[in-house]
């Protein structure tokens, strides 16, 4: 079974601290993504990355940044937090690059900025 | 059904009956389809997917259907269980879009006994 694991599954910060969220999967799996999940507006697509060192812009960026050093981890850094970007991340993996396929998803990190 | 908003639509059914869930798609560019299932604290999970050139699907329990001409998805659950009771996305892609998936905004299913 594909294993794709998120480092936190609770993280309460302060605004203007940096904050790093951590993915990791099992499966050799090229593409990454990170979301964010918001009540009533779904998953979002916030970066992904296509392969080690390679990274995409999603639908809303701003306020953050991805790492991708390694093929099985893909980190997402919020350089200064803040209340708006209180939410729960969701890392996703994908076999093959270029196919529209399946999207194995962690269980989510539930951030609170005070 | 899905739609844009800031509440969640919510589908309450009895137990044993037969659930539909359905998702309006705005791409008709869209060749792949996903259906995925979020249980309370946990990441969706996928549960059936269909891509353009089909028009049904079946699944263990669930059936997809699509309709392109409508831009239209629908999710079927047969004798709906406590244990389906859930968020359920809908999501779309296609292949000239670097094939990033555009979640729908969730249907809340709930299953009174």
């Known amino acids: ?114 | 059904g899905e739609s844009v908003g800031l509440h969640l639509p919510t589908l309450s059914v009895q137990e044993g009956d037969n659930s539909i869930i359905n998702c309006a798609y705005s791409n008709s560019a869209s060749d792949y389809f996903i259906w995925y299932k979020q249980e309370s604290g946990k990441g969706p999970q996928f549960i059936i997917d269909i891509r353009s050139n089909m028009d049904k699907r079946q699944g263990q329990r669930v059936t997809v259907l699509l309709n392109k001409t409508v831009k239209h998805l629908s999710l079927q659950i047969a004798a709906t269980q406590p244990g389906d009771s859930a968020v359920y996305f809908c999501a779309e892609a296609f292949t000239g879009g670097g094939n990033k998936l555009t979640f729908g905004t969730g249907t809340q299913l709930k299953v009174e006994l």
């Open chain 1, 1 to 114: 079974d594909v294993k794709v694991t998120q480092s936190s599954r609770y993280l309460v910060k302060r605004t203007g601290e940096k904050v790093f969220l951590e993915c990791v999967q099992d499966m050799d799996h090229e593409n990454m993504f990170w979301y964010r999940q918001d009540p009533g507006l779904g998953l979002r697509l916030i970066y992904f990355s296509y392969d080690v060192k390679m990274k995409e812009k999603g639908d809303i960026p701003e306020g953050y940044s991805v790492s991708r050093e390694k093929k099985e981890r893909f980190s997402l850094i919020l350089e200064s937090a803040s209340t708006n970007q209180t939410s729960m991340y969701l890392c996703a993996s994908r076999l093959l690059a270029g196919r529209a396929d399946e999207q194995f998803f962690g269980p989510g990190t539930r951030l609170t900025v005070l």
